[in-house]
């Protein structure tokens, strides 16, 4: 069964410091990979999607991924934290690649804190 | 355009009621799906539904069950509540197609006493 794992469920940084998360997926065939983002009694907010077009994905709010497949991994970066980066974050994957769902898969989160 | 909503935002069951939560999409997307959000187990899909058909289903006991009408709206059902099934529960809407963008409300908190 595909699945991803998030190393870390707690990662601090100081304001203006690199962010990266880690994420690591399990699929035998090329995955769709999300990151998302909850902020404190939110719902989820899509940041950047894999689809097996470029490895590099930009998404919102400065933060972008790349897709290692040698890796199996989909580490999301941020050159420079800001306070308000503050949140959980989670990375999924949709494990029926090819087939008519869009049932995601997610990992256990981790709690971004940024330190002034 | 407005973004999904979910009623009631909040809400406190006893054990052995039933509950229904409802969702509203996204104008013009045809496709639901739910998820429970739990501390101890995180976020775990329920069901998805397009058109009024279920199109898949999680790994969760027949007192959940979910439903989808003409209009796209959903709701869901959880007869028979138990302490465990205290949760954030999440809808997501998407436009129809296998990996569009799918859109979270802000998930109803449900508590069981």
């Known amino acids: 069964a595909q699945s991803v794992t998030q190393l870390g469920s707690h ?3 100081s304001e203006g410091a690199l962010v990266l998360l880690r994420c690591n997926y399990s699929s035998s065939v090329p995955p769709y ?9 939110q719902g989820l907010q899509l940041l950047l999607k894999y689809t097996s077009a470029a490895t ?8 972008e991924a790349e897709f290692k497949k040698s890796e199996t991994s989909f580490h999301l970066t941020k050159p420079s934290a800001h306070m308000s980066d503050a949140a959980e974050y989670f990375c999924a994957v949709r494990p029926d690649y090819g087939g008519a769902t869009n049932k995601l898969i997610f990992g256990t989160g981790t709690l ?3 330190q002034p | 355009k407005a973004g999904v909503t979910q ?6 069951k006893t054990r052995g009621q039933q509950v229904t939560l409802s969702c509203s999409p996204i104008s013009g997307h045809r496709s639901v799906s739910w998820y429970q959000q739990t501390p101890g187990q995180g976020l775990q899909f329920l069901f998805e539904y397009f058109s009024e ?10 007192r959940f069950s979910g439903r989808q009408f003409s209009n796209s709206r959903s709701e869901m059902n959880v007869s028979t509540l138990e302490l465990g099934d205290s949760a ?3 809808c997501a809407s998407s436009l129809a197609g296998v990996g569009d963008e799918q859109f979270f409300g802000p998930g ?3 508590t069981v006493l």
């Not at chain 1, 590099?56 to 933060?63: A, P």
């Not at chain 2, 058909?53 to 027949?62: I, L």
């Open chain 2, 88 to 90: 954030l529960y999440l």
């Open chain 1, 33 to 41: 990979l999300f990151w998302y983002v909850q902020y404190p009694n």
């Open chain 1, 11 to 13: 990662v601090s940084v």
């Open chain 1, 112 to 114: 971004l804190a940024v």
């Open chain 2, 108 to 110: 109803t908190r449900l």
């Open chain 2, 53 to 62: 058909t279920q199109r898949n289903k999680g790994n969760f006991p027949g």
């Open chain 2, 7 to 12: 009623t009631p935002r909040y809400l406190i």
């Open chain 1, 56 to 63: 590099l994905v930009k998404g919102i709010n400065g933060f």
